[in-house]
């Protein structure tokens, strides 16, 4: 190991759609968590590995915390809180284009054991009208122990005000040996990845409750010989609806709607894979999969 390097494992917290998967794929340079504008996109702990100079930092996108009493999202939160806890650092991520409120509140009081370890950002100062001002007086009120140079105004879209950021969780980092090979940018095997981006493409086309309401399943992946092509990863998948009136709807007129997931997919898939890419897309319906414990455990990672 080299001298002074670090490694450390840092869980990013915050409201739904504050723009944590957004950010992990910048620090990244590379997709790593699917983006959408619907709220509870992130249902794992998804982890992207920076490797510079200074060592590697470990980024866990955690499933947004808000209030609820459905069980799906109950599970969510839990996946969120275990890898908080776990953390050598914790990055909350705010809106400021959203004033703090109650949910807000909530987090912030969540997070107050762990102040000693927490890096703040507040995302989106790109956005005409963000109101950062006031929430970092919400910041200073509800951590009045937190340093000034532990608090950070970001634009993960636009890539701005990242670098100091990182540079400081570096600096927080203890002292190790890298958790990955360097030249990782994430942990997630291929038949994940593969979900996560199907599912992407279906969220951010379908109608707005439908995308609470489906997952993607992996049948079968199989990686062929395509002669002088190389190598082609031939896959089978499904999205799972959970009532069968919404079959149809993910279908589209004449099949339009899973054709245009299915080619959306296919064009991510073909730039983050080496091999050319064969996808076999289809739609099925698992009644009230997230009532389903045992279901739930497995999308959840656990």
């Not at 980024?59 to 109950?74: C, E, L, Q, V, Y």
């Not at 040996?177 to 997630?188: G, K, R």
């Not at 379908?206 to 997952?215: A, T």
């Not at 992946?221 to 998948?237: N, P, Q, Y």
Request: charged share 30%; aromatic share 6%; with cysteine.
């Amino acid at each position: 190991m080299e001298e002074n390097q670090k490694a450390a494992f840092v869980a990013i917290a915050g409201r739904p759609s504050v723009g944590k998967s957004t950010l992990i794929n910048r620090l990244c340079g590379e997709k790593v968590s699917i983006v959408s504008r619907s709220p509870q996109t992130t249902r794992n702990a998804i982890r992207g590995i920076v490797n510079g100079t200074e060592g590697q930092i470990v980024f866990i996108d955690t499933p947004g915390r808000h209030i609820s009493a459905k069980k799906f999202n109950r599970k969510l939160l839990e996946v969120s809180g275990r890898s908080i806890e776990d953390a050598d650092i914790v990055l909350y991520l705010l809106d400021a284009t959203r004033v703090p409120g109650a949910e807000e509140s909530a987090i912030a009081d969540y997070l107050a054991p762990f102040s000693e370890r927490l890096v703040a950002a507040v995302n989106k100062m790109d956005i005409q009208g963000e109101s950062s001002a006031k929430t970092i007086d919400f910041l200073k009120s509800c951590f009045p122990t937190l340093p000034q140079d532990r608090i950070f105004k970001i634009s993960a879209a636009q890539n701005d005000g990242l670098n100091p950021l990182l540079k400081k969780i570096f600096d927080m980092s203890p002292t190790g040996e890298p958790f990955y090979p360097v030249d990782c940018y994430t942990d997630q095997d291929v038949q994940f990845r593969i979900a996560e981006i199907i599912r992407e493409k279906a969220v951010n086309r379908l109608r707005q409750e439908l995308p609470y309401s489906i997952y993607v399943e992996i049948a079968d992946a199989e990686l062929k010989d395509a002669g002088t092509d190389g190598e082609k990863l031939w896959v089978r998948a499904f999205i799972i609806t959970e009532r069968e009136s919404q079959k149809g709807m993910v279908v589209g007129k004449g099949g339009q709607m899973v054709k245009s997931i299915r080619l959306a997919a296919l064009k991510d898939l073909q730039r983050i894979f080496d091999w050319k890419i064969d996808l076999d897309l289809r739609i099925k319906t698992a009644n009230d999969w997230r009532s389903n414990d045992i279901l739930l455990k497995r999308i959840t990672g656990e």
